[in-house]
């Protein structure tokens, strides 16, 4: 074992984890983080995960420890916060109850409030803002509709996306991307 | 209740009236999963159901959860706001669909705060969220308001030496608390539906397993990981075909099937139907007329043994392999 324990250049040492005590205030006054206060980690929400159960990178449990520490970077800038399958099988066997699904959602939109977010909800983002679907409407596609003798796919009027987007905030974050590109 | 039966009364009469809902389609199927659509609508024309078209509906809001919960929320009651507007309860087939639009219709209902949030967001399009209205995925159609014991006059040709395993998916079920319907942990209403075809249900090891849809743009590979172990044990419990209730987790299983073969270097060649689909076989339904061609893993095979197998009453497994 000791001939591998060798330091090499490519060793990083971890940088020191900035604490927010404030954080975890500010979970708990969003719509769905009011739960992240029960959680006594006993890890029962990464047991029945799905995707734990296939992967090492993703923790709920770690996540909502995270939170409660007060380490606020390194919970949001994580790339794992994004592999929950929304599945919700975590919430349904919390024995504290904890709506453990929405507590990570509550991160994942603080983290875009940060800039951290995956490109695919951009695209998503932008379709329903076009046009009201998460998918792009092709004409191709709307004409098999009429050939296979399907209704005409309903139009959503942009401008109420528009307006619900500008109201809750959502114009911002995609027009922010858009400016990126 | 609002006007879903075009006679009130008892639930007995309910279940004679003409059943008529507000459609909603949702973004999957239409655009992804058009199969689904055509069999159900050629399914619901048979059952003498009345869809009435929602205009102007956008997302469900579920693909942006992730980003903007209020956005979501907005999403959501503006399409709850649609239905209520035509006086309906709204009917989906797409299980996400389903469970964002029941989770936002019961905690606006029942939480005056997000209510009144929510509505002032509304406002700024001049709608107004009011909660005069339930929503209904097409399964629970068939359970709650039509009844299985109808249902089943309409089988003309079951689907007898079929063994086919269902696919539950997670958003008709959890969270329990929202969604109230069967046991979230050992469902049993899709082996019913099944039985009900004259088919054999399939038992196998981790049912209840997802199928990764939600992060599929993300992480493509973890899914893959998820629907190999599924077709593994699908195979391992010798069933013909696989069948589901939602577009996305159909979109999993059928168009990247073919990508998890790759990925594990094995062959499934496992048939994913929509329920409807089987549906309308079961009720005599030309095969042509329920899309069945559009489905990318080829049924082929599968119908043919069904044609041999019909009336003798053998396994279709014999036939086919």
Known sequence: MTDNAVESEGVKLQTPSRVNPEFKHEVLSMPGGETLKYCFQCGTCTSCCPIADITDSYRPRTAIRLAQLGLEERLLSSDTLWLCAACYTCTDHCPQGVEVKDVLRVFQNLAVKKGYIPRVYREVGKNILNAGYAYKISKFKMKKRIEKGLPPLSETPPAHMEKLAKATGFHETIAEMEDEE | MSGKSESTGNSESKKDAVLKYAFYLGCATPLRERAYEISARRVLKELGVKLV????????????????HEMTLALSARN????????LDILTLCSGCTGQLMKTNKHLKGNRESRERVNSYLKIIRMEFKGTIEVKHLLRVFIEDIGFEKLKTYIKRP???????AHYGCHLLMPSKYLEFDDFEDPKFLREFIALLGAEPVRYADEKECCGAVIAGVNLDLPLNLIADKFRNVKNAQADAMTTICPSCHLMYDQHQSSAEKMFDETYNMPVLHFTQLLG?????????????????????????????AYVGQSVRKVWS
């Open chain 2, 159 to 165: 689907l007898s030496g079929m063994r086919i395993a």
């Open chain 2, 53 to 68: 078209e929602m205009k102007g509906v956008n997302c469900c809001g579920l693909p942006i959860d992730a980003v903007n």
């Open chain 2, 80 to 87: 709850l706001v649609i239905a209520e507007k035509m006086g």
């Open chain 2, 281 to 309: 076989l079961a009720m005599g339904i030309p095969a042509e007329e329920l899309a069945l061609d559009e489905l990318k893993v080829s049924s082929e095979g599968l119908l043919t043994a069904m044609e041999q197998t």
